[in-house]
């Protein structure tokens, strides 16, 4: 789903990622990031597609709110198995959201 | 590919998208606003998946560049072939990276 996120200005994390072949654990991990991050302080939405390349892009209200969920242990942890075992590169960009614009057919 | 950006600042354009079941010219001219975009002065890097949502991103040196590529003609004819037969809801969202790290696999 497209996410409802608030007015701007609020912040986009922009995850882009290759995988390695490895599956193991993966999906069960991810998901759970998606549902920790849900309850942080600042989340506001996420949204993501894989197909030749990984794209996730969370939304939060403030860099504080993006600063403490990369210290959270859990996913400390999980950071670490990504580089390790899931993931062949990846970039993560920290943006602000200036402006945003929808469309919804009616 | 994981876009080669440039050092941040850059702007970020977050383009999310669910599609209708109109298929018809959708692959050429997605792919030909592409490669238009690529040529147009200030575009840095592309990235794309789609799955359940579509997730396109492009990256940008300015908003001056990013306002130009919006009012490219023929980029206004697709935007508007969109609206009215490919997309069933989208989100555009107009974002300043300012601060990026990335990771390879050696």
Redesign the interface.
């Given at each position: 789903?497209?996410?409802k996120?608030p007015q701007?200005p609020y912040y986009?994390v922009?995850f882009?990622?290759?995988r390695?072949d490895v599956k193991k654990d993966y999906s069960e991990i991810a998901e759970r990031m998606v549902d920790l991050a849900k309850v942080q302080p600042g989340f506001l939405g996420f949204?993501?597609?894989?197909?030749?390349?990984?794209?996730s892009?969370s939304y939060w209200k403030d860099l504080e709110s993006i600063g403490n969920w990369k210290k959270n242990l859990e996913h400390l942890t999980a950071q670490k198995m990504g580089?390790e075992n899931w993931?062949?590169?990846?970039?993560?960009?920290?943006?602000?959201?200036?402006?945003?614009?929808?469309?919804?057919?009616v």
């Open positions: 789903m497209i996410a996120t701007p986009a922009i882009t990622s290759t390695t949204e993501s597609a894989r197909e030749e390349i990984g794209i892009v580089k993931y062949k590169s990846y970039k993560t960009r920290i943006a602000k959201v200036e402006r945003d614009y929808e469309y919804f057919k």
